[in-house]
């Protein structure tokens, strides 16, 4: 009997201590690499900004929008902060500036390390610290943000526990069976618990997104949020 009630404390303690990510707390979708596309400008040059200027431009190309969301920083014009590469092509290139902390805080895209999401031409994905990317030929789509979320198994170093830094974080990471894992918080979350979700997920590298201004497109699970004033959106379509 001793053993049982020692069993349930134990239980209990792990149920009070380890977050439990509800439908509705965070937002998720799960692709398969080789169907996710990167976008930025469309077939006139101009940027689309918007997850519903995306959804028009895909229509009137007689395609279908499944999912999109943003694709990581960029500056007031719409330009990646990072690397950018569609469809092979850099469009921007690899930011390895360093950025030394001014007042209070570094921001997040120059918080190291951060990394780099991309697919290779065999469709195949990865999330790879900047530091550790290798430009190659063989690369058809790539977008830089930070910081890393989860780097080799480990949540980033720098993120506390229990932090007050709450807002709306959006995600990405590579599963075990290298399909990939995208996340938004539907509520103010930190980083830590918002990491550890990857991490959970069984993630061995995770990429902080965007935050407070990420939207997501899912109409699978009734979410359509078209507005936005962004640059690289990621989307999958049929």
Request: glycine share 8%.
């Amino acid at each position: 009997m001793r053993l049982i009630y020692y069993l349930v404390i134990f239980l209990l303690c792990i149920s009070w201590t380890t977050p439990h990510y509800e439908e509705d707390s965070l937002i998720t979708y799960t692709a398969d690499p080789a169907k996710i596309q990167l976008f930025w400008k469309d077939s006139e040059d101009q940027h689309l900004r918007s997850i519903g200027r995306l959804e028009s431009w895909i229509t009137s190309q007689h395609k279908k929008l499944i999912f999109a969301t943003n694709g990581g920083m960029y500056e007031s014009d719409g330009t990646p902060v990072g690397l950018f590469i569609q469809n092979g092509k850099v469009v921007e290139p690899l930011n390895k500036k360093e950025v030394l902390k001014n007042g209070s805080s570094i921001p997040n895209f120059y918080l190291k390390p951060n990394g780099v999401f991309y697919i290779d031409k065999a469709g195949k994905a990865f999330v790879t610290e900047t530091n550790k990317f290798n430009l190659s030929n063989q690369i058809q789509w790539a977008t830089q943000s930070g910081p890393m979320l989860v780097v080799n198994r480990a949540i980033h170093s720098v993120f506390q526990k229990g932090s007050p830094n709450q807002v709306i974080r959006s995600g990405v990471g590579i599963l075990p069976n290298g399909k990939v894992l995208f996340a938004i918080s539907r509520s103010p979350i930190n980083f830590y618990d918002f990491a550890l979700y990857f991490q959970q997920q069984g993630c061995a590298n995770a990429l902080f997104l965007d935050g407070f201004v990420s939207r997501i497109y899912l109409p699978e699970k009734g979410v359509r949020q078209t507005d936005g004033n962004f640059g690289v959106i990621v989307g999958v379509t049929e």
